[in-house]
């Protein structure tokens, strides 16, 4: 069961002290051809797939008709988005609950590339040019760019845009514009950015993809979760009908100034898009055999190893299949809340994880269809195994005192049980390092020498989790672990989630191919720990985590960022702070046989949304025509 909320191993030759420190130092720019030319894309390290002349991606059909509904379960989303409910249509704030695609609605400088790790191409931006120090970027904006209201989309709103976002805007804006200095209109369609020089090189690579917002709506209008009015967009979408809480339809603009670009066409087919929202897995599973929803990724290995037997499957009339999962690093782990002082010993999150019997639990419950995670990192060669390679000692070692000692030997896995549920060796493990962390038994219960209980609550907001948390929850509670679950409503878990307020939560998420520093701060870094709405749910404040997520930053090639990845998948399985879980190799899909899509799928990605199509032949063939 997947949580929500809603990224070749290589082997680096010996360093010396003075290479290791190098790769801490800033390096700026992408390529020396890469500054002072206008440029149609941009990549970490130079390389592009595309040609300036190209004319769209390989990955969809440019011939895609255009038309149909396409209802579907959300699997993934962005910023304050929520799947199960949403109160606000800004979804750019720390605040309120968004419906999930409300990006479909605005436009961006550039887009990325899914068939390529980190190549992102122009959309508003015809061209950009790099300053010689990749300290500013020079955006020139395609004139024809419009708002849904006609009006020109020019380089004020774009400058507006950083800006508001830099001051107001969610975590995940906020913390990538850190070091931006400047962001101004040099003329109606020329846009710069400006940085201090001690930000990432890819950080680019980032923010040119946040979406840009009118300045005139937002001048008229607050900029907050309090509004159920749609903010004014430019891009493919426009919100159509809404019902607070319960339905959301995007609809297609048949005029959109964009359509004929390299970069969306193919892209975005559906004349309606519309997201319904249920309180739990089974309700939304319900409407799908009905045929109200049409497409589902399935994230309940009980119901896709026993729930698809109903009579349109059997009819042939819905499709139920694996596509291959992305090439991304992905993770799926409870974070244990450090800014509580009964987890900031690591022996007591560790005591907690080694609890959790996967064994018994992916074949009682999962029907055998995941697999354990080790790292944060699955699913990509930033997974670390074995020793450390010289290349990745020479970055840990600078920081040994703050490194837990395990970091420094066979990269750390999670415990195999004995698959009974209840492995006494396991938890006599976990005991005795909360005997050594101060944890003693007192009338069954563990107790400080303040006598203080050790409790553990996990917070969750659907029952599904409910089941499989608590075979957890009882072994906790077994070795004297005041262990419980608590469930929310949707809102109630993300405002929790947002304040830092819960002992263990779950999250899911992946990361970019190529991850970026700005990406790695919203999770990992000090700066984000005590930053309400970031992703630092245990509050992570580690001197080295954060060297390492800079080193990552700072790699001049794929080499270095590996290598730095490694590191940094290291040290954070060596200090328990995530709890990784579980994960599933490929995407389960199940859809009613109504659309068009071609395969393979691309590698970074699988926005079905976006890329497929509807086939009105054989919506007929099934009476959905």
Known sequence: MRRGNSISRRELLALGGAAAAATLLPERGFTASSTGAPLHGLSAFGDLKYAPDFTHFDYVNPDAPKGGTFNFSVP????????????????????????????????????????????????????????????????????????????????????????????????????????????????????????????????????????????????????????????????????????????????????????????????????????????????????????????????????????????????????????????????????????????????????????????????????????????????????????????????????????????????????????????????GKALKLLSEAGWQRKNGMLENGKGERLTAEILVQDEGFIRVDTPWVENMRAIGIDASIRMVDAAQYQARQNDFDFDLIAIALSFTPTPTREELENLLHSRSAALPGSRNLPGTASPAVDALVEAVGNAQDRTELTTAMLALDRVLRARWDWIPSYHSPNHRAAFWDMFGFKEPKPDFGFPVEALWWFDEAKAKAIGKG
């Open 76 to 427: 993934n989303w962005v910023f304050n988005q929520n799947p199960l409910t949403f109160n606000t249509l800004n979804f750019l704030v720390p605040r309120g609950d968004a419906p999930p695609r409300m990006e479909m609605c605005f436009d961006s400088l550039m887009v990325r590339a899914l068939d390529e790790p980190d190549a992102i191409y122009g959309l508003l931006a015809e061209s950009i040019v790099v300053s010689e120090d990749s300290n500013s970027f020079t955006f020139r904006l395609r004139p024809e760019a419009r708002f849904h209201d006609g009006s020109p989309l020019t380089a004020e709103d774009v400058a507006f845009s950083f800006n508001l976002y830099k001051e107001k805007g969610h975590p995940s804006l906020l913390l990538s514009l850190r070091q931006m200095t400047k962001a101004t209109a040099e003329d109606n369609h020329t846009f710069r950015l400006g940085f201090s020089g001690k930000q990432s090189a890819r950080t680019i690579l980032d923010i040119a993809l946040f979406p840009v917002v009118s300045k005139a709506f937002f001048s008229a209008n607050p900029f907050d979760g309090s509004q159920l009015n749609a903010p004014l967009g430019s891009g493919p979408y426009k919100v159509g009908l809404v019902r607070a809480g319960q339905t959301i339809e995007y609809e297609r603009v048949a005029d959109y100034w964009g359509r004929d670009l390299p970069v969306n066409r193919g892209s975005y087919n559906f004349d309606r898009i519309r997201i319904d929202f249920y309180r739990d897995r089974q309700a939304g599973f319900e409407a799908f055999k009905k045929g109200d929803v049409t497409f589902r990724q399935e994230f309940t290995s009980r119901t896709w190893a026993t729930g698809y037997d109903f009579p349109a499957l059997a009819q042939g009339k819905v499709i139920k299949r694996e596509f291959p999962g992305d090439l991304r690093p992905s993770m799926q782990a409870h974070a244990v809340n450090q800014r509580r002082e009964r987890f900031r010993d690591q022996r007591v999150r560790q005591a907690i994880a080694l609890c959790f019997d996967f064994e018994w639990t992916n074949r009682n419950l999962f029907y055998d269809s995941y697999k354990r995670s080790d790292s944060l990192f699955e699913r990509s060669p930033y997974r670390a195994e074995g020793p450390p390679s010289p290349g990745e000692l020479a970055l840990l070692e600078p920081f040994r005192e703050d490194i837990p000692e395990a970091a420094f030997g066979e990269a750390v896995t999670q415990p195999k049980s004995d698959g009974s549920g209840r492995d006494r060796k396991l938890l």
